[in-house]
């Protein structure tokens, strides 16, 4: 058998080279880009909707159009993603699992509470500033049943808007780590993210 291959290696590498490129002749390479936008729901970049100036950027970003842009229900990977260019928490988790202050300017620990205080040059994209009375509204948001934050919840025995710029989280039992745990989604009170996308 090794001496037919050998005698035969050039001819059938021929021919298996012959049978790809025929296989090949039968792939359509051309598309229909009308077909292509009405699967994904997209229109051509080059045809910028009709409400926006010739001058005007359009960036836009897909998302997963089966549930809602909502950042405490979102499950798929895509929104999950998206949401977190749109929200931020108190604290992000950097590369070495440790709390970074994102929305919280300083806090401090006394037992197993945690006093945060907000930065004053945060806003929302509306301009207004973000408040203690946001993080409560957010918290209590996030800690519902249907919520994919809700498991932080169980460490977590309380939390409230002490004044406009300072935020308290009473742990069950701390420690720094827990930290990790307020990166939270913070939405503007009396919004309801989700709608109307």
Known sequence: MTNFIRTFR???ALLLAAALLCSLCGCNFFYDPEDISEILGATDPEDPP???AESESVFSLSYYTEEPLNPYTAASRTNSELLRLCYSGLFSVDETYTAVPVLA?????NGNTVS???RSDIRFSDGSAVTAADCEQSYA???KKDSIWASSFSYIR??????????QVVFYSYSPSQLNL???PVVKSGTEPGEGY
């Open 158 to 167: 309380s939390y409230d808007a002490v004044d406009e710029r300072t935020f």
């Open 182 to 184: 307020l990166n939270v």
């Open 116 to 118: 945060i205080r907000l």
């Open 50 to 52: 009709s409400d926006v």
């Open 141 to 143: 948001r996030a800690a």
């Open 105 to 109: 300017e300083s806090y401090e620990v």
């Open 10 to 12: 050039v001819p059938l």
